[in-house]
Structure formats: C-alpha cells, structure tokens
C-alpha cells in the first residue's frame, strides 16, 4: 500500500506535464512563423513561370498592306508673332473653306462684249510688299502648309500596314519598330498563305544577335497539317534576318508570330 507521500509526488509529477506540452507547442508554432517569414522567395516557382522582358507577340495575316506609311505629317502654318494677352482671350478669325466652284453653264453664243478700257498697270517694287506676321498663341518654327491644317507634324511616322489587317504589334520596350517591319516582309515573302481553309498558326523562334533563327516550334496548331507546314517552311527558308540593332542591349529577341490564314 503507498503511503500518502508517494500519492502526492505522484499527483505533481503529472501537474508538470501540461506546462512541457504547451512548452512544445509554442516552440513549434515560433519554427513553424520563422521559417514562413524567411523562407527564400521563388523556391518552389519553376523557371518557365517567370516573366520575360524580351518577348513580342506579332500578328501575321491579311492582305498585305505598304511597308510604309505617312512620313511626316503636314504642318500647320508658322507661328510668328504672339498674341497679347487680351487678344488671346478673343476667338480669333478662321479662314473659311473656298466656295465651291459653280456648275458648267452654257455660254450664249455672240454675246456681246462689254468694251474694257486700257488701264496702265504699274507693278510696285519687292521691297514695297508688306507681309502681315501669322499671329499665335506660341512661336512655333517654320511650317509647309498654305493654309491652317490644325496639325503640328512631330517627328517622322511609320504605319504597321505591312502587318496586314487586324494586325497585332506588342513590342513592349523594343527599341525599333522598323526592325520588326523587316522581319515581317521577308517571312510574308517565303509564307504561301493562298491555302482554302481558314486558321491560325501560332509560332515561336528566337532571333540570335547575328540575326540568325533559332529554336522554330509550334505552339498552337490551326488543326490542318498543311497550315501548320507552311508557317514552319516560312520561317525555315528565311533562316536568317539582319543582325539586331545596335541599341537592343539583350544578345536575343524571342518572338511569338502569328500566321492567320484568311481563304
């Protein structure tokens, strides 16, 4: 039989076993916070989830449209002489459209003609024509219009007509359009997109800094094998693109190129 003594160091051994489990417990939940808080960022992210910079999506299909667009736009009038403030605050005087020419009348046969007198004409010097400054909000340079069109022309354009119709351009930040317009009109010339059923081919290859193509496969298939050939024979008989333009830093250009084929 056990004494009452032995009870009582029985009874505060199993008082201490609730303080070393919440003991335990805590420990764990500090491990588990820590190792949450400084677990390293994209450990477990696989590479091809990352985002690339470098990557376009071009739209390849439609008649084709000029490689070229409108260069640059035609001016408005120049500016010469600011306008007070006063005036500023007035509307200004337009100058209105010309009246339209009058239709073709038939001319009275042996109308008489009123006698018109012998006036001596005498032209005034150069010098002594006066020119009346275009007047203006802002001085701006010389313009080659001669009458106000209300543009200003900025810079020199560049259509993506050679896209063909419902062509899409997302160059992100690459530095020269015109580079893709190249890229394009030599992949149209080697495409055979006469075909008789409609689709879409979605391609993808990598431009290498010498402008040689590399790693061509397809993504997306329209569903008819010879579609699909064409897109692959376009990009395999071109080969080769000038070499990227000096101001592209990244020594390669990937790039996903759409073939839409319209019967």
Known sequence: MKSTTDILRERAADDDSPTRTYAISLAGHVVVIAAIMFWPAGFL??????????????????????????QTALASRPVQELLPLIEASEPQWVQPPAPAPPDMTIPTPDAPRR????????????????????????????????AETGARGEGLGLSAGGLGSGGLL?????????????????????????????????????????GSITDIERETTSGYLALDQSAQRALLLTSSLPPLPTRFSEDHLIVHLKFEYHP
């Open 45 to 70: 992210s696989s590479p091809s989830n990352e985002v690339m910079a470098d990557v376009m999506t071009i739209s390849l299909g439609g008649p084709a449209g000029p490689s070229q667009g409108g």
């Open 115 to 146: 006698p018109e007198a012998d006036v001596p004409v005498e032209s005034a010097p150069d010098e002594a024509r006066g020119r009346t400054p275009t007047r203006g909000p802002e001085l701006r340079p010389e313009g080659n219009a001669l």
């Open 170 to 210: 997302e160059v992100g930040n690459f530095c020269c359009p015109e580079y893709l317009g190249t890229m394009i009109e030599l992949i149209r010339q080697r495409w055979n997109q006469r075909q008789a059923v409609p689709g879409e081919v979605m391609m993808k290859f990598t431009i290498q800094r010498d």
